[in-house]
């Protein structure tokens, strides 16, 4: 039987609060790992249909934009640095990534446009490019918690996350569904 | 139109929260924003006790009047961070063709104390051409190094075994005015930058 | 001729092809000036020369994929239903770009080319200020975001109508046992290749605009020169193919209803774009064969592929188009017509000298010589440019006129005239050494400058009026 969503989403923050001091210990699992399970336990706790006729997250707009500037703000370097040396951050940090990222990026993307998706898909892979290209060879620290060779790792798993997911975004396109081949214009030459 | 009110808020207050969480776009690291705070703030630093090279006692900021510029170190470095020392010596020499070799002192202070006794400091300042008398080596009490390093916003980490057993800091030079107030924080070869900043401080 | 399932977005497109032949005039204007400057007839500031060129690479890759796109767009609409407000979204962010663009150069100052090739935008010797790179790059980016925004509309639409990536491509023709009339219209291929190719250039574009705007907004974020240079040129390579693999369209969609005869999907066809996306990603290295610091075998890959990049699609279309006109008992000639023949001749013709310097031991000699620009004005000039101007022919086309009368014939005669002998400078300097990209030219060079200034008022005289008659055919069109 599957568990109920909520339950996951308890034991995802759980695990990211108990192994806090390991996970953060590396910048790698701290940004590629328990950021990003903080935010799926978000997505978790997003009963599906939320917010579904709300004028006033039309297109999902409004709900994507506050996880954009949520996610701005943490991948701000002094952001990550204060968190490892003010409580009060941390704490910000397990309530703004479930409540700030993951859940209004799960009532928006319900909603946005197939285009705004394919925008927002090809914009994170330009923007990981970015980070990776940056981190990787950015000559100051830019963090003061980590060390410069952390910084090197964190920027090729930044490259990697990026080439990931363009496979995971572009591989299925190539992949024919019978049910989306109905269109007549002409018989598709897969049929 | 509810939609493009809503966004625009959103948008809006994004911006501003944007806006503050970086100084005005001015610093995105912590590093930045440490530089930008003393800059603006100028805090007043409490006095430390050091023990200098030469064994004598000399507090830190020191005597009334002068100003002081200091870095943080530690003499075992194995690797590169040792061309620390001959950036603050060509800034030693700097500030004596300035004519301001009475006005300023010079500390090169130790942040492992543990390890850094009076003659590992001796030894550092004899290979680097520290004198004594304008520039000196120190090191803090252990006690005190926790509160020393908070003062300035030094963060000391332990480096991977590449750096064979080295730590990675924050390295910069600290310029703290004849008041006693950090006044300002610079890159360690920015030697034009110090040299600017510690005019600011004495007229 | 092909059975329209969809109506195409004509009113935009109109409009469209009206404000690109305009900017076209302009560029072509630019392009005199420097000419003229360079044979020493006028005289110009030579930060103004500078200015003047980066504002005619960025308006004229620009105008090249704005065009190609139109063509594309229009003729996709053929076959799926696209939005029309993606394309007046698209075209407003392409505006928004091309007016931060032209302030950054004639307001800013900024005159570090259209490549902005690090460190350039960052290291102006005073001549801009980093606002001014800045406002260039964000001009970009926003351009950036237009294409992709109609490339993401057609390939889902694309995707939905054909199944997938492969069956849009004629996959199951080219690999597998499809048969041909099952196959997806010659547009379509054209149009899902060009998509997926433009989209990653777009993409890796995105990527070293941004690293370079942090670079100049915070210096201590430095960016590794040769990656970003690998970048730039990965996607200026794709972005300015795409603009004429797209404008090719024009020839599928119009040629067939002068040759009375569709141009079909063979197997050799859909085989060839699948071969071009492949070579279009791969060919970039070969602007990068002065920089020693690059690998050899990405060297030698885009040596070699530039060799093999030119034979699929040309030998397809080219040949194609040759035995059409050959075996067709009813083609005739209108302004249409003849500009699209041209529009491929010159796409053809112009592969040779972009081969010829594909080669590392001619490019050590010849890269930074006016050979190259020689090269890039055959395909724009008398390929992509001319396919477009043969576009907004066919578009105002009064279906009851056959042939060419005397002033489309002018026209024709003066626009080829003026730009054979206008690149045939171009790689006669080239070949004689001279530099690309001086302002200033020693008196030895003067006579090409000078040669090629007279031959730009032709192609300018052509130009002019093709987009007259444009303008007036759409106001015919109108009252008709």
């Known amino acids: 039987m599957k568990p109920p969503s909520y339950l996951v989403a308890i034991l995802v923050v759980g695990f990211c609060f108990a192994l806090r001091i390991p996970l ?11 950021l990003p399970l903080l935010a799926w336990s978000g997505v978790l706790i997003t009963p599906n249909g939320t917010g579904r006729r709300s004028e006033w997250n039309r297109g999902g707009v409004a709900t994507l934009l506050v996880a954009f500037f949520t996610i701005i703000f943490w991948m701000l370097p002094r952001s990550i640095d204060a968190v490892l040396s003010s409580p009060t951050m941390e704490l910000a940090k397990f309530i703004t990534l479930p409540f700030g990222v993951g859940a209004p990026l799960a009532i928006g993307w319900a909603r946005a446009h197939p285009l705004l998706r394919g925008i927002i898909k090809a914009e994170v892979v330009s923007m990981l490019g970015v980070l990776a290209f ?14 410069v060779s952390d910084q090197h790792r964190l920027g090729y798993g930044f490259l990697f996350l990026a080439l990931g997911l363009s496979v995971f975004w572009i591989a299925p396109l190539f992949i024919v569904h019978t049910k989306r081949a109905v269109m007549p214009t002409k018989t598709p030459a897969t049929a | 139109m509810k939609a493009f009110l809503a966004s625009l808020a959103v948008l809006i207050a994004g911006s501003v929260l944007f806006f503050k969480a970086t100084d005005g776009l001015q610093a995105l690291t912590a590093e930045g924003a440490r530089r930008l705070a003393v800059q603006r703030e100028a805090p007043m630093v409490s006095s430390f006790m050091l023990e200098t090279m030469k064994g004598s006692a000399e507090p830190l900021p020191g005597a009334p009047g002068k100003a002081v510029m200091v870095e943080f170190i530690y003499t075992t470095c194995p690797t590169i961070c040792q061309s620390a020392g001959g950036d603050m010596a060509r800034l030693r020499d700097l500030v004596i063709a300035e004519g301001l070799g009475d006005r300023v002192r010079l500390f090169s202070v130790s942040f492992d104390p543990d390890v850094d006794d009076v003659s590992h400091l001796a030894r550092y300042g004899e290979l680097h051409h520290a004198d004594g008398e304008v520039w000196t080596i120190a090191r803090p009490t252990v006690n005190d190094l926790p509160a020393l390093l908070k003062a300035f916003g030094v963060v000391v980490i332990k480096g991977d075994p590449d750096t064979f057993g080295g730590y990675e800091h924050n390295t910069a030079i600290h310029v703290i005015s004849p008041t006693g107030q950090l006044s300002s924080i610079v890159d360690t070869d920015d030697f034009d930058g110090a040299l600017e900043a510690l005019k600011r401080t004495l007229s | 001729m092909i059975k329209a399932k969809h109506q195409p977005q004509e009113a935009a497109v109109k409009f469209t092809m009206l404000l690109a ?8 204007v630019f392009g005199f000036i420097m000419r003229a400057a360079q044979g020493g007839m006028i005289e110009i500031d030579q930060a103004l020369f500078y200015q003047i060129m980066t504002a005619h690479g960025a308006g004229m890759v620009g105008t090249a994929g704005l065009t190609g796109i139109s063509i594309l767009w229009y003729f996709t609409g053929r076959y799926v239903p ?3 407000g993606v394309f007046w979204t698209f075209l407003g962010l392409f505006l928004t770009g091309v007016v931060l663009i032209l302030g950054s150069i004639f307001i ?9 090739l690090f460190p350039l935008p960052a290291m102006s010797g005073g001549f801009w200020s980093n606002e001014a790179a800045a406002t260039f790059l964000l001009g970009y980016i926003f351009i950036g975001v237009a294409f992709l925004l109609l490339h993401l509309e057609i390939a889902r639409k694309l995707i939905a109508a054909y199944g997938s990536i492969g069956g849009a491509l004629a996959w199951p023709l080219a690999f597998g046992n499809g048969r041909a009339e099952n196959a997806p219209p010659p547009t379509v291929v054209a149009a899902m290749a060009s998509t997926l190719f433009n989209v990653m250039g777009i993409v890796v574009g995105a990527t070293v605009l941004v690293s370079s705007l942090v670079n100049l907004m915070i210096p201590d974020f430095a960016v590794n020169a040769l990656l970003a ?11 300015i193919n795409a603009s004429i693999y797209m404008a090719v369209i024009a020839v599928y969609e119009i040629l067939p209803e002068y040759l009375g005869k569709p141009w079909k999907t063979t197997r050799p066809f859909a085989i060839a774009w699948t071969m071009v996306f492949l070579f279009v990603l791969a060919v970039y290295p070969h602007h990068l064969l002065q920089d020693v610091a690059m690998p050899a075998w990405a060297l030698i890959m885009g040596q070699v592929v530039s060799y093999l990049s030119g034979i699929p699609l040309l030998a397809v279309t080219a040949f194609s188009l040759l035995v059409y006109l050959r075996q067709s008992r009813v083609m005739y000639w209108d302004l249409a017509s003849a500009l699209l023949v041209l529009g491929v001749a010159g796409w053809s013709i112009g592969s040779a000298p972009a081969i010829i310097d594909g080669m590392i031991a001619v490019n050590k000699v010849m890269h930074n010589t006016q050979w190259v620009p020689g090269h890039f004005h055959i395909y724009l000039l008398l390929g992509e440019v001319a396919i477009t101007f043969g576009f907004m022919a066919w578009l105002v086309k009064d279906p009851r006129e056959k042939g060419l009368n005397i002033l489309d014939l002018a026209g024709f005669a003066v626009y080829l005239l003026g730009g054979v002998g206008f690149t045939l400078m171009f790689l ?5 050494s001279v530099p690309r990209r001086w302002a200033v030219h020693v008196p030895e060079w003067f006579l090409q400058d000078r040669l090629a200034t007279g031959f730009a008022l032709l192609v300018i005289l052509g ?3 093709f987009v007259v008659s444009y303008a007036q055919g759409l106001r015919k069109k109108r009252t008709r």
């Not at chain 1, 953060?24 to 328990?34: C, G, K, M, N, Y």
């Open chain 3, 229 to 239: 240079k690998n970048m730039i040129f990965f996607f200026g390579h794709v972005f």
């Open chain 3, 82 to 84: 696209l939005l029309a």
């Open chain 1, 134 to 147: 940056l981190y990787i060879h950015a000559p100051v620290r830019i963090c003061n918690a980590y060390l």
């Open chain 3, 108 to 116: 800013g100052g900024y005159a570090g080319a259209w490549t902005f």
């Open chain 1, 24 to 34: 953060e210990a590396d910048p790698v699992s701290h940004i590629l790992v328990q």
């Open chain 3, 463 to 465: 130009a002019l009026l």
């Open chain 3, 21 to 28: 032949g305009v900017v076209l005039l302009l560029m072509m």
């Open chain 3, 428 to 432: 006669i300097s080239g070949a004689l």
